[in-house]
């Protein structure tokens, strides 16, 4: 993978929906967008950081597992993961 920038980050900050429901982080996309200019940088330096490192921060590694119930038999688990992640190729 390469590198990111700032111009990235606000890009995909930008196109996240506006909701105000939040991660176990606590941050809403709605939060996410307003904060945008002061956050972009340093998320890039920590995504730029993990890629070259090959570390994930602890807190990055944490995801929520909701099975939902489509029949009797039949059940669709959906993970929901921190929206401020760059989506991998």
Do not use: Y
């Amino acid at each position: 993978m390469s590198p990111t920038d700032p111009i990235e980050i606000t890009r995909i900050i930008m196109s996240l929906k506006p909701k105000n429901s939040s991660g176990h982080d606590g941050i809403s996309s709605k939060l996410l967008k307003t904060l945008n200019q002061s956050i972009r940088i340093p998320i890039c330096t920590i995504i730029n950081q993990s890629l070259q490192t090959g570390d994930v921060p602890m807190s990055m590694k944490i995801a929520k597992v909701i099975p939902i119930n489509k029949s009797k038999a039949n059940f669709l688990i959906t993970f929901i993961i921190k929206n401020t992640r760059k989506k991998c190729p």
